[in-house]
């Protein structure tokens, strides 16, 4: 049974920065070859931030957060991370990790792609 949970979110001003956590019940590496990152703002959809594969440790990101954001992870802790920097208001949403079932660079477009979720982390970001 593959879990994911995730920490870290809270309430930063503008151009701050939080580092999310997503500790996995397994090592990402055994777990799938891609893991990733997706938020959710009340009333819209589902948005992909990126993906890393947990073999090569390669990332790709989504346009409205590159440069910005980087996905990280260590396979001998379980752990998958999300370091964001220069937080805008926009970025406010709801944070959630999932293990990919399948994977590409642009996996990160696409949720079905991805077969297990957490239960997501808040972040809320003030001007």
């Known amino acids: 049974q593959v879990q994911l949970a995730e920490s870290g979110g809270g309430s930063v001003q503008a151009g701050g920065s939080l580092r999310l956590s997503c500790a996995a019940s397994?090592?990402?590496?055994?777990?799938?070859?891609?893991m990733g990152w997706f938020r959710q703002a009340p009333g819209k959809e589902r948005e992909g931030i990126g993906v890393i594969y947990t073999g090569s440790g390669r990332s790709f990101y989504a346009d409205s957060v590159k440069g910005r954001f980087t996905i990280s992870l260590d396979n001998a802790k379980n752990t998958l991370y999300l370091q964001m920097d220069s937080l805008k208001p926009e970025d406010t949403a709801m944070y959630y990790c999932?293990?990919?079932?399948?994977?590409?660079?642009?996996?990160?477009?696409?949720?079905?792609?991805?077969?297990?979720w957490g239960q997501g982390t808040q972040v809320t970001v003030s001007s």
């Open positions: 397994k090592s990402p590496y055994y777990m799938s070859s891609c």
């Open positions: 999932a293990a990919g079932k399948s994977c590409s660079a642009s996996s990160f477009t696409r949720p079905a792609d991805f077969g297990y």
